[in-house]
């Protein structure tokens, strides 16, 4: 709507948070309300925004719409407040940026401004791709025609040396019944008759949830970033390990995310632009 969808966080929320893409209890400053550096993980920038009412409807843009054929394909985010707050009620204002004819898919960008209520200041900017199978066909553009940032359709592409940096983690068996307390309900990653009938023999991880760790692991070796880009290339299941591998650019760190049971690649062509002055965290 005009006037936005409101979304309030307190200290609590910024906890789940953290706790939902696997931060740990001596992970104080992620965890504790009462310690000096309690803050938000960069990458909560993609939550305020998640239930936005959109004021166009799937069914109206692209053909044979099915919420169960619906997969997150990509994300971008910017942090345009630094610190987070970490309370604070926000307003958040929805776009359509791009429809695109994959010819079995449709390919859905919108773009969402998240302010702070109070002040009018913007707090997030993010632009989210879905991926919808089986809803192409409708003759609509094969290629993408919108005018987009320049780091929203960044497909980072790592250089050929050895990463700078890795980690690996192994996520819960329930970290998807713990990540959708932070507003993504999809069903898609808790209940397996309706993860069936979209494909997937078991509920599916939140590609949100990866985009978070992944993005802890760059957070914990080089510190803050001001916006983050990722491609969800394959479907990650809730007790995988997923490994970062990390190259710094510059000011850049290139990323990609790999399934370790699996050898397959969970996020691709991702990197996230440091703040100025970011150090190491973990
Ligand atoms: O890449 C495949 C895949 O399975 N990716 C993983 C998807 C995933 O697990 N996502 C996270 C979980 S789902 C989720 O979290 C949903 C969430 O609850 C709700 C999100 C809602 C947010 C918004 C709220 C408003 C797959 C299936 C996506 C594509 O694989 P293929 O069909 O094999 O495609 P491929 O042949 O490789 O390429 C065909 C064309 O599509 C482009 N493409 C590929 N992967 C893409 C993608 N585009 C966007 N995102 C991706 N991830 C290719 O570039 C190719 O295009 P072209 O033909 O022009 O080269």
Redesign the pocket.
């Known amino acids: 709507t005009a006037e936005g969808t409101p979304f309030d966080y307190v200290d609590r929320d910024v906890i789940l948070y953290n706790l939902s893409v696997g931060a740990k209890r001596t992970d104080l400053p992620l965890v504790y309300e009462n310690h000096e550096n309690f803050q938000a993980l960069p990458s909560y920038g993609v939550i305020p925004w998640?239930n936005?009412a959109?004021p166009w409807n799937l069914d109206d843009i692209v053909k044979d719409f099915s919420p169960m054929m619906?997969?997150?394909?990509?994300?971008y985010m910017e942090v345009r407040k630094f610190p987070i707050p970490t309370s604070a009620n926000t307003l958040t204002y929805?776009k359509l940026i791009d429809v695109?004819d994959?010819?079995?898919?449709a390919?859905v960008v919108?773009g969402y401004t998240t302010k702070d209520a109070k002040t009018g200041e913007d707090l997030f900017y993010n632009e989210?791709?879905?991926?919808i199978?089986g809803s192409g066909g409708f003759g609509g553009s094969?290629?993408p025609t919108a005018a987009r940032p320049k780091a929203a359709t960044a497909a980072y592409k790592p250089p050929k040396r050895a990463p700078d940096a890795v980690i690996e983690e192994k996520t819960s068996e329930d970290q998807a019944a713990l990540y959708r307390l932070n507003g993504?309900r999809?069903p898609?990653?808790i209940d397996p008759e309706f993860s069936k009938v979209g494909g997937f023999k078991t509920p599916?991880?939140?590609?949100?949830?990866?985009l978070g760790v992944s993005g802890k692991h760059v957070f914990a070796k080089y510190g803050a970033f001001k916006n983050l880009k990722v491609?969800?290339?394959?479907?990650?299941l809730p007790g995988q390990t997923l490994k970062t591998e990390m190259w710094k650019e510059g000011n850049t760190v290139l990323f990609q995310t790999t399934v370790v049971e699996t050898g397959k690649p969970?996020i691709t062509g991702a990197g996230a632009e440091l703040l100025e002055g970011a150090k190491a965290k973990l």
């Open positions: 998640f936005t959109n619906l997969l997150h394909g990509e994300q929805p695109v994959k010819g079995n898919a390919v919108a989210s791709t879905i991926f199978r094969p290629k993504d999809n898609l990653h599916i991880l939140h590609g949100l949830c990866s491609r969800f290339a394959g479907v990650v969970a």
